[in-house]
């Protein structure tokens, strides 16, 4: 009989952890976590049991995506010690010479083969299966729970097969995820020794953001950030106003690259932009411009003001977040909230949007008289301008942590967006 992989019960994450925590406990037997486990299945509907094998239900991943699990927080001194024992485990990782690289080759469920082998023998490694009595010869329900396993740890959608992310992710050289874990000790170390009590964290790579208070996460935010060739930069301030139903000053940066590019497509075609996404422009001395009347050939244009107004389609949505810093940077809504649904979310100019913004807004607005969600639901709909000073401003840190440990055991990696780690293109391949 061929032997049967299970999985690793080495750093599982405490039960208090949301879903994430839940899956990867799902080999561990006993009537209490059984139940526990198919009373989540219940009733939040994230994984379905289907012939005793553990499937992610795939019209489900976008939520996953956008609504994250609150989890533990990124840049607490907490989690010091946790890097440095993660530090060791995969010194001796590499002192053992890593793992073997899979081929690109997609496995699901009920899958067979020789690569199947090679994918317990990684799983195995890195301590997410433990193998007993041999590899098992198929890819039963204990392998897509490891799997999983493997994917929330390193930012990828728990769907439980092996797609082309995971197994970027997994030929990410040992050496390479050594190198994360000690050059984002130091990150942690510095931020954690200045964060306070009560701040927002923007994590770059992983494009989540934090509201932690008093070392707990009150909420975890999808984000998306900036593009490759468009960074978010790194920074530290303090949120003190928020914006209602604003106006969006075009920056320079957009001007140049996006909107004068597509005006002159629109010209082409007899079409007027400003018309159409409701955007003024104004001349040097401040006059409003008539926008039928723009030359849009010329090199006049660039030199233009341009502001967006309030309406639904607001590239800022109903909300900007303010904060003091030297790259005319923001947190703010957005119309297009499908990005929110990807793996991938670095598909901004720079600035930060935020998944259900009215919470973290509702939250930071919490010792101001008369707001709550409710009051900002109403106030979006509304359509009202209006301005908001903190009563308390709140810490911010704009972060770039690829890779860190936490006290439940876990060891978590993202993508190298940026390539600011030095360990070469593959760790932010996927």
């Known amino acids: 009989m061929p032997g049967r992989a299970i999985i690793s019960r080495e750093g599982l994450p405490r039960p208090a952890v949301a879903l994430s925590g839940l899956l990867c406990l799902l080999a561990i037997t006993g009537p209490a976590w059984g139940d526990v486990i198919a009373d989540r299945w219940k009733r939040s509907g994230w994984e379905r049991p289907i012939g005793g094998t553990v499937t992610f239900d795939p019209s489900r991943a976008r939520e996953w995506e956008a609504q994250p699990p609150t989890g533990l927080p990124t840049i607490t001194a907490d989690n010091l010690g946790p890097i440095k024992e993660a530090i060791k485990r995969y010194s001796e990782i590499v002192s053992k ?6 081929p690109m080759e997609e496995l699901r469920p009920g899958a067979q083969g020789s690569t199947l082998e090679l994918l317990q023998d990684r799983l195995a490694a890195s301590g997410d299966l433990i193998l007993q009595g041999g590899y098992a010869s198929r890819y039963d329900g204990y392998i897509e729970a490891a799997v999983q396993r493997f994917q929330i740890r390193h930012g990828i959608t728990p769907h439980g097969y092996v797609d082309k992310a995971t197994v970027l992710a997994m030929n990410v050289p040992a050496t390479a995820r050594l190198r994360q874990l000690q050059v984002n000790l130091g990150r942690v170390s510095t931020l954690s020794k200045s964060a306070s009590k009560r701040y927002v964290l923007v994590n770059v790579p992983s494009a989540q953001i934090e509201a ?50 597509k005006a002159r497509q629109y010209a082409r075609a007899g079409k007027d932009i400003l018309a159409d996404f409701k955007i003024e422009a104004y001349d040097g001395n401040g006059r409003k411009l008539d926008s039928q009347k723009i030359n849009w050939s010329s090199q006049a244009v660039y030199g233009y003001a341009y502001r967006q107004l309030p309406w639904e389609d607001n590239s800022m949505g109903f909300v900007k977040i303010n904060f003091h810093n030297a790259h005319s940077v923001y947190m703010h809504d957005t119309p297009s909230k499908s990005l929110f649904g990807r793996n991938f979310r670095a598909h901004s100019s720079g600035c930060v949007r935020v998944q259900n913004v009215h919470e973290l807004v509702a939250w930071l607005l919490e010792d101001t008289q008369g707001w709550d969600v409710e009051a900002v639901r109403q106030i979006e709909q509304s359509g009202e301008r209006k301005d908001v000073k903190l009563k308390r401003q709140t810490p911010v840190y704009f972060a770039y942590i690829t890779a860190w440990a936490t006290p439940d055991g876990v060891v978590n990696f993202r993508r190298d967006l940026y390539q600011r780690d030095g360990v070469g293109s593959a760790a932010g391949a996927y």
């Open 97 to 102: 010479g890593g793992w073997k690289s899979l």
């Open 212 to 261: 932690v208070l008093n070392n707990e996460v009150v909420s975890r935010h999808a984000a998306v950030v900036g593009k490759i060739d468009r960074q978010t930069p790194l920074l530290r301030s303090s949120i003190h106003e928020i914006n209602f139903n604003p106006y969006w000053h075009v920056p320079q940066s957009i001007v140049r690259k996006d909107l004068v590019p």
